[in-house]
C-alpha cells in the first residue's frame, strides 16, 4: 500500500458507531447473500432487549463525551412491526440512525419515517427487484429530506451486468445521490470473504469509474469518508467504496481501532469488533453492562470488505527484525 494511516473525516470524531445485523427475514433470496440474511433462522431479539441495549449504548456515550451513530441491516429493517418505535427512541435523544434497505417498504412508510433517519443506503438487487419505478420513487423521498443522506449501492451481478448498470444510469438521471457499481464477493454475509466474484476488464473500470451525482445537505458526517495519510506526506479523502474498488483493504499486521471507535451486532446480539469477527466475540446486548476494549487490535484479515470495518482508523507498523513498531504519525 501507498499510505500508513487511515482515520475518518468529518464528523466521526463526536461519534460511537453500533452496526447492527438486526433481523434475517428478508423479502428477496439472492444468490450472492447467506442464507442467514433471509431465511429468518435466527429469531431478532426482542424489542425490550433491543431498546434496553440501545439505552445502554447511550449511556457508554455519555460516559465518553460521543453521541450515539446505529446503523441498522438486515434482513429487510423496514419489514420490523416496531422498528420505527425504535426510530422514535433514538432520533429524539440526538443519536442517529442509518439503515441498509431494498427499498421495497411502501412509499407511506418512508414518508413517515424519513425525518428520523440521518441515513439510508439502498441497495438495487438485480435478482430480487419487483418494481423499479417505485425504487425510484423510494429514493426521490429521501432525496427531498433535507436531513437524510441518501446512498445507493448497485449490487453488480456479472452475468447481469448490463441490467445492473442501466439502473444505475437511469437512477442518475432522476435522483441526487451517491451511487455505487458494488462489486460482489463470495463469502459475503458470512463469517469471512474469500474473493471476488469474476468480471471482465472493461466490467472493472465502469464500477471505477461510475459515480452519481453530488449534493450538499447540512448534517453530520459519521462515517463513510476517510483521510488517507500518504507516505509523501499527502492526505487524501476517500470513500470507503473508493478504497474497496481501488483493492486498497488489506490491513494485516496493522493496528486496527474497531472495538474501541465502534462495534458490530450480530443477529443472535453477540458483539465483536468488527465484521472480520476476528479474536472472538467482546460480549452480548443481553449483559447488563457494555463493556469494551481500550487497546486496537492487530489485523489478520486480507479483505477489509464491510464499510463499516473500513471506517475503523488503521495504523500501519514497521517491522524492525521481529519486533512490530507503530508508524509515527
Known sequence: ???????????????????????????YRCSYCHPDLYNGKIK????????????????????????????????EVTYLKWFGDLLSLISPRGGLVSIISNASSSLDWWNKHVHNLHGVYLSFHVEGIKDIEHFIQVAEIIEKSPTTHLHVNVMMLPERFAECFAFAEKLRSRVECTIALQPLYYGFGGAGITGKYPYTTEQEEIMKSFRGRSYQKDIPEPRGSMMVSMDNGEVLKKSTFDLLIEEKTNFVGWDCNAGIENIVVTFQGDIYRAWCMQDGPIGTIFDAQLELPASPMLCRTKICQCGADICSTKVKRKVRGNIPQLVAV
Open 44 to 75: 431478532t431479539a426482542e424489542f425490550e432487549v433491543i431498546s434496553n441495549f440501545v439505552d445502554k449504548v447511550f449511556e457508554y456515550c455519555d460516559k465518553k463525551g460521543l453521541k450515539p451513530f446505529f446503523e441498522y441491516a438486515g434482513g
Open 1 to 27: 500500500m501507498d499510505f500508513f494511516k487511515l482515520s475518518n473525516a468529518g464528523n466521526a470524531k463526536e461519534y460511537f458507531g453500533v452496526n447492527w445485523a438486526l433481523t434475517t427475514k428478508c423479502n
